[in-house]
């Protein structure tokens, strides 16, 4: 499994804020990135991905859901399970950035429609006691750096420019169906 990534210097004073949705019905988070004032979505010069579908082995999925190749939202569709971690923490270095996925084998020139792909992996998830912090692992442990993307998600991007894992912060709690 591996998702290229190419990181970018964002140039925006405030990274975008985030708004979460809860389907109370079926426990689906949806994590969408809010347009930043100055935040360029212009057509790249290589064609982007329109969305990548992480499937875990376990059942598990997310889709990440992009706008001239940055994430534009995530969504949790099928949970892996959970450990919760009291000392769970995000990363203290972050680096501020816009992270594009370009389309899997480098793009097929200009005219080519822009695909959707999907990657199965081991994808796990832990969170703070509160499941205000979640972290979802994409693949084997590997030493990463963080990267926001929006003031409330981060990206953990490995040494070999792949994404390694998600941090969703401030996640308000999912409602309980019986109110």
């Not at 991905?49 to 990440?64: F, K, M, P």
């Not at 992270?99 to 998830?125: F, H, K």
């Not at 941090?167 to 109110?179: G, R, S, Y």
Request: proline share 9%; aromatic share 4%.
């Amino acid at each position: 499994m591996e998702i290229a990534v190419r990181v970018e210097p964002d140039g925006v004073p405030a990274p975008p804020e985030v708004e979460y949705r809860w389907d109370a019905d079926t426990d689906i988070l949806c994590a969408s990135v809010r347009a930043a004032v100055g935040r360029s979505h212009a057509p790249q010069t290589v064609r982007e991905a329109t969305s990548v579908e992480v499937e875990g082995r376990d059942g598990s999925w997310l889709v990440l859901d992009l706008a001239a190749g940055g994430i534009e939202s995530v969504e949790v569709a099928v949970w892996p399970d959970v450990r919760k971690r009291g000392g769970l923490r995000p990363p203290a270095v972050v680096e501020d950035a816009r992270v594009i996925i370009p389309p899997r084998g480098g793009g097929s020139g200009a005219g080519a429609p822009l695909q959707a792909y999907e990657v199965t992996t081991r994808l796990a998830a832990e969170s703070d006691d509160a499941e205000r912090t979640i972290h979802f692992i994409l693949g084997p442990p590997r030493s990463t750096r963080a990267v926001r993307i929006a003031r409330d998600i981060l990206l953990d991007v490995d040494a070999r420019d792949r994404l390694a894992g998600l941090w969703l912060l401030n996640v308000p709690p999912c409602p309980d169906p019986a109110t």
